[in-house]
């Protein structure tokens, strides 16, 4: 008799957690893999193995209770997929963690496919930090780590005021990436699904607004003009196609004042701009992640509302109580029984009256 279909996630987050309530709507079940006890992920799911990302014993037995893998966060090891590709498929292919666990690696991928980015260097020195502000004809400039940065952490500004000596020294000997400061209107995202039939549907664009470089609040329409919206669909198409994707990625964008697109980021998976698709869309970000990377056909993602999406950071989460009274708001938590500074607790997602269907 022929089984349920199960899919491994590597990851316990809210991401995670997403992923396997819709699949376990198409009756797939969900095994997780985490270092950490009780996830947001495993609490929703059928099966956890928790261990780190370098245990193959452990890795050999979560291969061997799934039929297929993939993962929630970018910050899996690439070996950790290497290992696991030789046992059961992976999706997406790890080319894609090499090129959004690297800012160096992913602006020069972006740039070798015409996907315009923020000037841009990867000096060694304080030294060459300055000739290249030099170069640039400007003073101030955005340092971030190359590896392991996210929601702000492992950035800080450079402005002419600074002592670069001592930004430098706070990073470690990190290496890192400088940017130009993009002077902006506005931050959008737009996030596709792509299916191993090479069929693909794109979300968006949103327009997000950050609080303390963590995403705060997502609207859609995003109220751009009509050929930016159109060309960062273009965009973010010719991005998946390229790096043959099979299952979700984002790219984050910069709106310049001067009416540009500018990408920031690559994330290789399923994103926080795009969770108000679980209530405003037929088919969400998250089905169509465990679609794509299950070998189903990716799914419409015809939106029915427009929406703005809420995040509940840190004691956000327990002020919640005007929204389950509010007609059209979804209440979402992530299950998190620690309340801390900065954490992802959940989300609220306001559906209104459809204006555009875009
Ligand atoms: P990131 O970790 O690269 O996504 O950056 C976090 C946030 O910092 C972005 O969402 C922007 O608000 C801001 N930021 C990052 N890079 C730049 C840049 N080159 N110019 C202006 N703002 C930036």
């Not at 470690?172 to 996030?191: G, K, Q, R, T």
């Not at 979700?248 to 698709?277: M, Q, Y």
Request: aromatic share 6%.
């Amino acid at each position: 008799m022929e089984h349920t279909l199960r899919l491994g996630i590597l990851g316990g987050g809210q991401l995670g957690r997403m992923s396997a309530l819709a699949a376990a709507r198409l009756g797939i079940s969900v095994v997780i893999f985490t270092p950490e006890d009780h996830s947001p992920a495993s609490l929703v799911a059928a099966d956890t193995v928790v261990a780190t990302y370098d245990d193959e014993g452990a890795l050999q037995r979560f291969a061997g209770m799934v039929d297929v893998i993939s993962y929630e966060f970018e910050n899996i090891p690439v070996e950790t997929v290497a290992f696991l590709k030789k046992l059961k498929p992976v999706y997406p292919d790890e080319r894609l963690l090499e090129v959004s666990q690297d800012r160096v690696a992913e602006k020069s991928f972006l740039n070798a496919i015409d996907i315009p980015t923020a000037r841009w260097a990867a000096p060694k020195t304080p030294e060459e930090a300055l000739k290249h502000l030099e170069e640039w004809g400007v003073d101030s400039c955005i340092f971030k780590t190359v590896r392991f940065g996210y929601d702000g952490k492992g950035q800080a500004r450079y402005t002419g005021n600074t002592n670069i000596e001592t930004l430098w020294t706070q990073f470690n000997s990190s290496p890192l990436i400088m940017e130009e400061v993009v002077d902006f209107d506005c931050e959008i995202s737009v996030i596709v699904a792509r299916d191993q039939n090479k069929n693909m549907v794109v979300y968006g664009p949103m327009l997000n607004e950050h609080k303390n470089h963590i995403l705060a609040r997502t609207v859609v329409p995003a109220g751009i003009n009509a050929a930016l919206a159109e060309e960062s669909i273009k965009l973010i198409k010719k991005l998946a196609d390229q790096i043959d994707l099979t299952g979700v990625l984002t790219l984050e964008l910069f709106v310049t004042k001067d009416g540009r697109l500018l990408a920031n980021e690559i994330a290789p998976r399923t994103h926080n701009s795009g969770h108000w698709s679980i209530d405003a869309c037929a088919v969400s970000q998250f089905e169509n992640h465990v679609r794509c990377v299950c070998g189903l056909p990716v799914g419409a993602p015809e939106r029915h509302s427009d929406v703005e999406m809420l995040n509940l950071i840190g004691d956000e989460a327990l002020k919640i109580a005007p929204y389950y009274d509010e007609p059209g708001a979804c209440v979402h938590l992530y299950g998190k029984t620690e309340v801390r500074e900065g954490r992802k607790m959940g989300h609220v997602t306001r559906l209104r009256e459809q204006t555009q269907p875009l």
